[in-house]
């Protein structure tokens, strides 16, 4: 629980505070509300920010697998998907609010549900090839 909350805090100053780092990104064409940009277009193009929202999210299904391995497949997905639209229009909102230089995508909803859904799926075959007595140590649920 504790790597979890360590792991949400990281997530959420990486997503919900000023760009810190400013990372290339694949020029889109955008839209406005009233200063705030947001793409809704998906796939304008690809950048290193396309995977590092994979790499980011990844940890999120395997902590999904790790608080109840029963969780359905379809459910999993729902988490991911929940997880990212609110990183999503949290970014949106703060940035109408505060300015903080964000911008709302479709592509972030898209790369981090499958993040969560790779992270989930990597534990699922793990779980199913050998590894079960390993991760039964690490999960909240046990079997």
């Known amino acids: 629980m504790i790597t979890f909350l360590i792991y949400m805090t990281a997530v959420m100053w ?9 990372i290339p990104s694949a020029q889109k064409i955008l839209f406005h509300f009233h ?6 277009i998906p796939f304008q193009g ?3 920010e396309f995977f590092l929202n994979i790499v980011m999210t990844f940890p999120l299904g395997v ?16 988490y991911g998907f929940c997880f990212s639209l609110f990183i999503e229009s949290n970014q ?6 505060l300015n903080l230089q964000r911008l709302a995508d479709i592509d972030d909803l898209i790369t981090n549900t499958l993040g969560t859904i790779i992270g989930f799926s990597l534990m699922l075959i793990l779980y199913q090839n050998g590894w079960r007595k390993f991760l039964q140590r690490l999960m909240l649920i046990r079997h």
């Open 14 to 22: 990486l997503c919900l505070t000023p760009a810190h780092v400013n």
């Open 35 to 40: 200063g705030v940009p947001y793409n809704i």
């Open 46 to 48: 690809f950048s290193i």
């Open 63 to 78: 902590y999904i697998f790790l608080f109840n391995y029963r969780t359905p497949f379809e459910r999993t997905i729902l």
């Open 92 to 97: 949106f909102i703060w940035d109408y609010l």
